[in-house]
Every structure is written in C-alpha cells, then in structure tokens.
C-alpha cells in the first residue's frame, strides 16, 4: 500500500506561481513512476507531469516550460513547481503513484487562477 497526501493549492493570480508538495508513505520502494494530474469539473483527469524512478520527467505541451516537477527521496517527497499560471490551470491536482499495476491517488487539492 502507499498513501500520498497533496498540499500548497490555493488561490494566485494570473502569472503567479504555486508549489506543490505530495508527502508518500508506505511501501515507497515499489514505485516506478510518480504523476501528477487535474481535473476541472465534468472533464476527464489530464496528466501534468510524470517522473520516474532514475528522474526522467516528461510533461504535455500544455504545461511545458512552465511546470517542473521533482522529487526528494531522502524525504518521500514529490513536488509540482507550476509558473507563469493562466485561469485555464484552474483544477483539482492530484499526486498519483504507480507500482506495477497497482496505482494509488491522493485526496487532491485545489488551485484556482483569478484572471
């Protein structure tokens, strides 16, 4: 099992920044990929950034150059650095884990981009 827990959502203006942190526990080193997605209402989830185990990170067009995600393995931490914020990042972000074919969500947390 592994649990994932978000936070640092909040309100920011347009061209603002926000960071992300998803705390991980349990059985850590069964992870392969840690993800972050969205999720604006009636819409399906949208993956916003994924890093791997050895680090390698990819994002979609929509967000690259302006998103950057990490992670600290000495403390069971990922995070989500999100630049430069337009009204349409406006969305519930989740943290997701992948462990084979298991996959684990956290709660999400909000982030609204005033125009």
């Known amino acids: 099992q592994v649990q994932l827990v978000e936070s640092g959502g909040g309100l920011v203006q347009t061209g603002g920044s926000l960071r992300l942190s998803c705390a991980v526990s349990g059985s850590i080193f069964s992870i392969t990929a840690m993800d972050w997605y969205r999720q604006i209402p009636g819409k399906q989830r949208e993956l916003v950034a994924l890093i791997t185990s050895d680090g390698t990170t990819n994002y979609p067009d929509s967000v690259k150059g302006r998103f950057t995600t990490s992670r600290d393995n000495a403390k069971n931490m990922v995070y989500l650095e999100m630049n430069s914020l337009k009204p349409e990042d406006t969305a519930v972000y989740y943290c997701?884990?992948?462990?084979?074919?298991?996959?684990?969500w956290g709660q999400g947390t909000q982030v609204t981009v005033s125009s």
């Open positions: 997701f884990a992948e462990s084979g074919d298991l996959h684990y």
